[in-house]
């Protein structure tokens, strides 16, 4: 709204600096006395006032694209969120358990199936473990993924699955979320787990009594 008053401020001052002479002109020949003075001031209260509304048109104009510009960036925003209401859902997890095994798994908690699901598990070393993944071409609920003997053999882990909708997705253990072919440029979903970061158990999960 500021730059709407600035554009009005700067046609005032234009305008009436092109305008002046209209009211300060001296009375036509043949016309003296208040009739040509009212004369002069109506010529320039009628260009005053098609000024006026010029600029009021434009400024309605102006509001008019803000007002669109913000409908378009909330649809866009909206339609990201309807794209990320599955998929958000997803957790790609790293369980120890008690026994010193680890399990790496992927839970579904939506009634839509995923797609084309592969889940690589991420070693000390971040290579994929057994240089593959665990795929699955339709996920309906849980996928159980792998349990490994040795814990300490897996730091990460991550998904790339396609969603219901057909949107192609990557999940990390650490819980990021990227539309896939639209990564940012730093990223990697070999995300690592660091010294303090909070490790998924058996409890965290299911509880004492292992449910």
Not at 25 to 35: N, V
Not at 42 to 62: D, H, I, K, P, R
Request: net charge negative.
């Amino acid at each position: 709204m500021g730059s709407i008053a600035a554009i009005v401020w700067v046609s005032i001052v234009v305008q009436g600096e092109t305008l002046s002479p209209l009211a300060n002109q001296p009375p036509a020949q043949g016309q003296e006395g208040p009739a040509a003075w009212l004369s002069a001031w109506s010529t320039f209260a009628g260009a005053v006032a098609t000024t006026v509304g010029a600029l009021l048109t434009g400024g309605a104009l102006l509001i008019a694209a803000l007002t669109y510009r913000r409908q378009v960036a909330d649809k866009h925003r909206e339609a990201k969120d309807k794209r990320e209401e599955q998929a958000g859902k997803i957790i790609v997890r790293v369980v120890r358990r008690m026994n010193g095994q680890s399990l790496v798994d992927l839970k579904n908690p939506t009634s839509l199936p995923i797609f084309k699901l592969n889940l690589y598990a991420i070693d000390e070393d971040g290579k994929v473990i057994d240089a593959q993944p665990l795929s699955k071409e339709v996920v309906v609920g849980d996928y159980e993924g792998h349990l490994f003997d040795d814990w300490c053999r897996v730091q990460s882990a991550y998904a790339e699955f396609t969603d219901s909708g057909g949107v192609a997705w990557i999940r990390t253990s650490k819980g990021t979320l990227v539309e896939k072919g639209k990564e940012p440029e730093d990223f990697d979903p070999r995300e690592m787990w660091q010294p303090g970061d909070l490790m998924h158990t058996w409890e965290t999960w299911y509880g004492p009594a292992g449910k």
